[in-house]
């Protein structure tokens, strides 16, 4: 392996983020600017999903360095909720074409981050518990780190669809006053941690501190 990274980003393009669009378009396109300029190998894809058999990559494999940020026209919020769908085909894609690499040539710290608003509801493929065992897999043999930010999801709903405890699960929950400014600071602190971990390769980084959980959640 090489000191590389890849980060995949699996965003909710259903309806209900119509509300939501202008501040997942600001806050990925923060996180891509900031990034671009530090001279580090990492690749980023963005997968966006809503109805079945709809996931579809508006970035795949691109270098950090060279990567264009994301349009209007490129994020257009419609459809229902194909969640464990759309997390299944993002891990499948990734282990698929690192597999296809030379072990030197594969990068050393790989994230799966997910960003949704809304309960899962219309995935055909994928379960919940085998969605979860396939996460627990990558986590254990390859060391794979997983985010997951979600809006209007309590703690718990949050674990279950990721098969994880809370440590890097922050559910906004929907009752807050604030939840879209919580939001948008939800998905640039979630880009932080991310830049911070391709960076040094510390996955402590990436867990939530006491104070930021509760400046997500309340």
Do not use: H
């Not at 806050?27 to 990034?35: A, P």
Request: aromatic share 8%; hydrophobic share 35%.
């Amino acid at each position: 392996m090489r000191n590389a990274s890849e980060v995949v980003f699996v965003i909710d393009e259903s309806s209900s983020m119509i509300g939501s669009q202008a501040q997942t378009l600001s806050s990925f396109n923060e996180f891509l600017d900031g990034e671009r300029n530090k001279n580090k190998e990492c690749r980023i894809s963005i997968l966006k999903f809503s109805d079945p058999g709809k996931a579809k990559y508006i970035r795949e494999a691109q270098d950090v360095r060279t990567i264009q940020r994301l349009s209007e026209n490129e994020y257009r919020p419609d459809g229902i909720t194909s969640l464990l769908d759309a997390c299944g085909k993002a891990i499948e894609d990734l282990g698929s074409r690192l597999d296809a690499m030379p072990e030197a040539e594969r990068p050393d710290k790989v994230v799966v981050a997910v960003v949704t608003d809304g309960q899962e509801n219309a995935s055909i493929k994928w379960t919940l518990p085998v969605l979860s065992a396939k996460i627990k897999e990558q986590q254990e043999k390859y060391n794979w780190q997983f985010m997951f930010l979600g809006v209007g999801l309590d703690q718990f709903s949050a674990s279950r669809v990721t098969g994880q405890g809370f440590g890097m699960n922050i559910p906004i929950p929907t009752s807050s006053p604030v939840t879209q400014k919580n939001f948008s600071y939800g998905l640039q602190l979630m880009g932080q941690k991310i830049a911070d971990y391709t960076t040094t390769g510390r996955a402590s980084v990436l867990n939530y501190s006491g104070a930021e959980k509760t400046s997500l959640t309340s």
